[in-house]
């Protein structure tokens, strides 16, 4: 799969994973998402979703010969916060940009402006305890934006929460990318989560993981929370399910 720059924002090409213990997590796999678009990925436990999503980020190695192709500036969110209890909100969020090598201003500003985006301004001081769990998240959203990432990976950062917190991070979080303008990949169990965030729910298959489906989805942006009573929003999300329960069979 080449590369179409400047309109691809990942292109891989036969990815796949074995562990050293002979577990196969990955079947080859192949997927281009589009430079700025959204897509989600479900699928069963194990089917080695969050696998593939590391490889992207190039946290992890894949196994055999292939491609991957991503932009340069990428960030990662975890499905846990992972914030330092020591230091507060505006240090957390500045984390990656002193490893990164950023002066102290730099940091600072960019620093304020995340927090900003996400919500947390007047939190700057405080501490990781004081704050809420959707706080939480969105202080781990804001130590990503920092960077100002072309490509932003993420691996179930709301499964922890509560449904309406992880609604309204949902929302908060489309109104993010729309300003922002990333490439999103982002990786979750929840079908009503993916189809009201993307433009394309890409379905695996039970171990080795593999694409079984790439579902379009036609809602417009952006959207509004009402789409969630939506008759044919009910009907997409049950196709993406459906595909879930015969690859899980």
């Not at 720059?5 to 213990?21: L, N, R, Y």
């Not at 990786?187 to 579902?215: C, K, Q, W």
Request: hydrophobic share 45%; charged share 25%; net charge neutral.
């Amino acid at each position: 799969m080449a590369m179409s720059a400047p309109d691809t924002g990942i292109a891989i090409s036969g990815v796949a994973k074995t562990f050293p213990d002979g577990t196969e997590a990955l079947a080859p796999i192949d997927l281009e998402v589009g430079r700025g678009e959204f897509v989600s990925i479900v699928g069963p436990s194990g089917c080695g979703k969050s696998t593939l999503l590391r490889i992207v980020a190039g946290l992890t190695s894949a196994s055999g010969s292939c491609e991957t192709v991503a932009h340069e500036k990428r960030a990662f969110v975890f499905q846990d916060p992972t914030l330092l209890p020591w230091r507060s909100a505006r240090h957390n969020a500045e984390l990656l940009l002193e490893l990164e090598g950023f002066g102290k201003e730099e940091r600072r500003r960019r620093a304020a402006a995340a927090l900003k985006l996400v919500g947390l301004d007047g939190f700057e001081r405080t501490r990781p305890r004081a704050l809420s769990g959707g706080m939480k998240m969105r202080l781990s959203l804001a130590r990503s934006l920092a960077l100002r990432p072309q490509l932003f990976l993420m691996d179930e950062p709301f499964s922890a929460l509560d449904e309406i917190t992880r609604e309204g991070l949902n929302d908060e979080l489309l109104s993010i990318w729309a300003s922002e303008g990333f490439t999103a990949l982002f990786v979750t169990h929840n079908v009503f989560e993916a189809v009201y965030l993307s433009s394309r729910v890409v379905v695996m298959s039970a171990r080795p993981g593999r694409i079984i489906r790439d579902v379009h989805v036609p809602f417009p942006y952006p959207r509004s929370p009402d789409l969630r009573a939506n008759a044919a929003f009910a009907e997409l999300a049950g196709t993406v399910s459906e595909a879930l329960r015969t690859t899980a069979s």
